[in-house]
């Protein structure tokens, strides 16, 4: 597994942005995609915004679609999500991971350790 570097969480306001980066450190990622998922206290993760190393292509769930943007840099292995106009509920730990698509849905291969991302009203 290549070890994965979260950075970028924090307490924002509702209506603020923060950044997110997710650094692979060593060799390149075996998935296809890298992909960005949360978790809430008392919930379930889930998935937020995935892109694909060739192509740059990009999905989002629909929650976030319009107030997030995510991005990667293949030269440093680091992918980036921007989050915009904050809300409340987008408080959960924020995790990356190596993503690919099965079943219908984005599943990861395994974790990083997390950021927390909190948003007050």
């Known amino acids: 597994q290549v070890p994965l570097v979260e950075s970028g969480g924090g307490l924002v306001r509702a209506g603020g942005s923060l950044r997110l980066s997710c650094a692979a450190s060593g060799r390149t990622f075996s998935t296809s995609a890298v992909g960005w998922f949360r978790q809430a206290p008392g919930k379930e993760r889930e998935f937020v915004a995935a892109?694909?190393?060739?192509?740059?292509?990009?999905y989002f769930a629909d929650s976030v679609k319009g107030r997030f943007t995510i991005s990667r840099d293949n030269a440093k292995k680091t992918v980036y999500l921007q989050m915009n106009s904050l809300k409340p509920e987008d408080t959960a730990v924020y995790y990356c991971?190596?993503?690919?698509?099965?079943?219908?849905?984005?599943?990861?291969?395994?974790w990083g350790q997390g950021t927390q991302v909190t948003v007050s009203s």
């Open positions: 991971a190596p993503t690919f698509p099965y079943g219908g849905r984005w599943n990861a291969e395994y």
């Open positions: 892109v694909t190393w060739s192509g740059g292509l990009t």
